[in-house]
Nanobody, 128 residues
Framework: QLHLVESGGGLVQPGGSLRLSCEDP????????VGWFRQAPGKEREAVSC????????FYVDSVKGRFTISRDDAKTSVFLQMNNLKPEDTGVYSCAARIQWQIGSGNVCYESFFDYWGQGTQVTVSS
């Protein structure tokens, strides 16, 4: 059982940067697929980025490609989402999610119903 905790959200001006973190203080995330999702007011939650156990296997939604980077720390206890050149449309509650990577195929897994564990979310507001 994971208890995911997100941190790093806040208020930032357009063009600014934030770094979100996702961790479970009691568990390593090494063998989990981890995803970041966001939900803007009045909209459905959407996948932003996901990373497999093999850290070079990543997914990004088209709207964040070239601006966001998902990564793991060396100790495999945390997953980060580095967000650069933020835009007002990036505003929303960002949540991380995880599912153990066991007998998972090679296809796209970056969708909401794939994941078993969810954090509470952290607010990101991009506004001048």
């Amino acid at each position: 059982q994971l208890h995911l905790v997100e941190s790093g959200g806040g208020l930032v001006q357009p063009g600014g940067s934030l770094r979100l973190s996702c961790e479970d203080p009691g568990h390593t995330l090494d063998y989990y697929i981890v995803g970041w999702f966001r939900q803007a007011p009045g909209k459905e939650r959407e996948a932003v980025s996901c990373i497999r156990h093999e850290a070079n296997s990543t997914f990004y939604v088209d709207s964040v490609k070239g601006r966001f980077t998902i990564s793991r720390d060396d100790a495999k206890t945390s997953v980060f989402l580095q967000m650069n050149n933020l835009k007002p449309e990036d505003t929303g509650v960002y949540s991380c999610a995880a599912r153990i990577q066991w007998q998972i195929g090679s296809g796209n897994v970056c969708y909401e119903s794939f994941f078993d564990y969810w954090g509470q979310g952290t607010q990101v507001t991009v506004s001048s």
